[in-house]
C-alpha cells in the first residue's frame, strides 16, 4: 500500500535562519507531488507541485523553494524564513491528473 | 478561473442531529468533485470522488451527491467523533489541479 511521510510534525525556527521539511512517498511510482500551506480559516495555499524528478512549478512568487532530487522525495526549503512563513505546510501526492490526494500528516511551523 | 464555495463555515450539531454541508462550483468542464476530511492538526483524509451530475456514494453516516453546481455532504445522525473540518474541491478540465474550498467546521456535541 501506499504511505506518505513527512517530517518534523512541528519546528520553531527564529527569523532569518534556513528551513529544509521532507516528504517521501512509499508504494507508488512517477507520483505528482505538492507542497501546501494552510492558514487557520483561509484553506489550502498551493505553493509548489511536481510531475517529475527535477520538474518544479510554482503556483505563488514567495521565500520558499521546492526540489525534487528523487522520484518519491519532495523538499520544501528557504534559505531565510520570514514571520510571515509561519503556518501549517502539508505534503501531498496523486497518482495522476485530476486524481484524489492523498495527504501527509502536515508540519507544524512557527516561525519567531 | 474555478471557484469553490463551501458552507456554513462552522456548524454546530447535537448529536444524532442530521444536516447537510454544501459546496457549490463554477468550472469550466467537472472532472471530478472530491470530499476530504480534516482532523485538527492533522492532514486531509479522503472520502469521496464524484464525477457526474447524479451520483451519490456514502461512507457510513456519510453521503455525498452532486449536482451540475453544487455537491452536498449529508451527514445522518451525527456522533461526536464526526467532529472535523470537511473540504471539497473540484477539478476541472483547465487545470489538473484541484481547487479547495476554506472548508466547513463541524462539531457535534453529545
Known amino acids: 500500500s501506499q504511505t506518505i511521510h513527512q517530517w518534523p510534525a512541528t519546528l520553531v525556527q527564529p527569523v532569518g535562519s534556513p528551513l529544509s521539511l521532507e516528504c517521501t512517498v512509499e508504494?507508488?511510482?512517477?507520483?505528482?507531488l505538492y507542497w501546501y500551506r494552510q492558514a487557520a480559516g483561509r484553506g489550502l495555499q498551493l505553493l509548489f507541485y511536481s510531475v517529475g524528478i527535477g520538474q518544479i512549478s510554482s503556483e505563488v512568487p514567495q521565500n520558499l523553494s521546492a526540489s525534487r532530487p528523487q522520484d518519491r522525495q519532495f523538499i520544501l526549503s528557504s534559505k531565510k524564513l520570514l514571520l510571515s512563513d509561519s503556518g501549517f505546510y502539508l505534503c501531498?501526492?496523486?497518482?495522476?491528473?485530476?486524481?484524489?490526494?492523498?495527504f501527509g500528516s502536515g508540519t507544524r511551523l512557527t516561525v519567531v | 478561473e474555478d471557484q469553490v464555495t463551501q458552507s456554513p463555515e462552522a456548524l454546530r450539531l447535537q448529536e444524532g442531529e442530521s444536516s447537510s454541508l454544501n459546496c457549490s462550483y463554477t468550472?469550466?468542464?467537472?472532472?471530478?468533485l472530491f470530499w476530504y476530511r480534516q482532523d485538527p492538526g492533522k492532514g486531509p483524509e479522503f472520502l469521496f470522488t464524484l464525477y457526474s451530475a447524479g451520483e451519490e456514494k456514502e461512507k457510513e453516516r456519510l453521503k455525498a451527491t452532486l449536482t451540475k453546481k453544487e455537491s452536498f455532504l449529508h451527514i445522518t445522525a451525527p456522533k461526536p467523533e464526526d467532529s472535523a473540518t470537511y473540504l471539497c474541491a473540484v477539478a476541472s478540465g483547465g487545470s489538473y489541479i484541484p481547487t479547495f474550498g476554506r472548508g466547513t467546521s463541524l462539531i457535534v456535541h453529545p
Open positions: 501531498a501526492w496523486s497518482s495522476g491528473q485530476s486524481e484524489r490526494y492523498t
Open positions: 508504494g507508488t511510482s512517477n507520483p505528482n
Open positions: 468550472v469550466s468542464g467537472l472532472r471530478g
